[in-house]
């Protein structure tokens, strides 16, 4: 009995060996900093310290891995009630009491965290994607280091097929001046470098704020009027309001045909899934 007991353990053991073996693990993995992260085991316990990686990892179907986020990783409503590590700061010390197996961050905004937290051990993985290829690309390689890669695929497919068929849809039609506010009072804008001025340009659209500096900044209300644009794209409902009832907004084709439109500034600034959702709906605005 002792020696029949034995052998199905060794069988077992053969068997979990295996499957550990099928799935790639112990696998190396560059991440954003071009660092070879070693991933000894499938990851179990996930810190997520950017909401955009919160939303990558939920979009995969992780959510019952993930043990932290922040206080800003809000989508989806899951994610809320995990355990808060920081905010913009991450406290290394409330991660490391979470125990995880594998801290998810993102290169440019935990780029003081990180160092922190790979000195006291923990196996930390950093993305930082600029275009959306790039997004796309990144969530199928977490689909890979976290044994999700046939998800990812599908995740990953439909920012491709998003960029495909807006491209198509769009290639013909005329092209519109856009101008995407972040805040309407100061004004601040979308500029070069951001997924919206990618968006735009996917969609047969052209950025009013194309030469401003990259990122979302400060932009000249006196150029952004002389430029009259077609269209003005806001995160605020709030903002309409103002661009309706101000005196020198009104003269813009925008206001005159009442083409100011509110889209979630999550699903055009958030590097995640939901890019898709935020370059069709751009694609529809700016028709």
Request: contains cysteine.
């Amino acid at each position: 009995m002792r020696n029949r007991v034995c052998t199905i353990l060794i069988a077992l053991s053969m068997v979990l060996t295996a499957c550990a073996a099928w799935a790639g693990y112990p696998m190396r993995v560059k991440d954003v900093r071009g660092k070879e992260i070693l991933i000894k085991t499938k990851p179990v316990r996930i810190v997520s310290i950017a909401p955009s990686n919160t939303e990558i990892l939920y979009a995969l179907g992780l959510g019952d891995r993930v043990v932290g986020v922040t206080k800003y990783c809000d989508y989806p409503a899951a994610a809320k009630s995990k355990a808060k590590v920081g905010d913009m700061t991450v406290s290394a010390e409330v991660v490391v009491a979470l125990k995880p197996d594998l801290v998810l961050a993102h290169g440019m905004l935990n780029s003081a965290a990180i160092p922190r937290l790979e000195k006291l051990g923990l196996t930390v993985f950093a993305i930082d994607p600029k275009t959306l290829g790039e997004v796309a690309r990144d969530i199928r390689t977490v689909g890979r280091i976290t044994a999700r890669p046939k998800t990812a695929q599908i995740v990953a497919g439909k920012i491709d097929s998003a960029i495909k068929s807006v491209k198509a849809s769009r290639a013909k039609k005329a092209s519109r001046e856009v101008l995407v506010v972040i805040q309407a009072n100061p004004l601040w804008a979308a500029g070069p470098k951001t997924f919206v001025n990618e968006m735009l340009g996917i969609a047969n659209a052209k950025n009013v704020a194309f030469d401003a500096r990259p990122g979302f900044v400060p932009f000249s209300r006196e150029l952004a009027l002389s430029r009259n644009p077609d269209v003005i794209i806001t995160g605020l409902a709030s903002d309409i309001d103002l661009f309706m009832k101000s005196p020198e907004w009104r003269t813009t084709n925008a206001v005159r045909n009442k083409r100011i439109y509110v889209i979630d500034s999550d699903i055009l600034l958030r590097a995640g899934p939901r890019l898709a959702q935020g370059l069709r709906a751009l694609a529809g605005k700016v028709q």
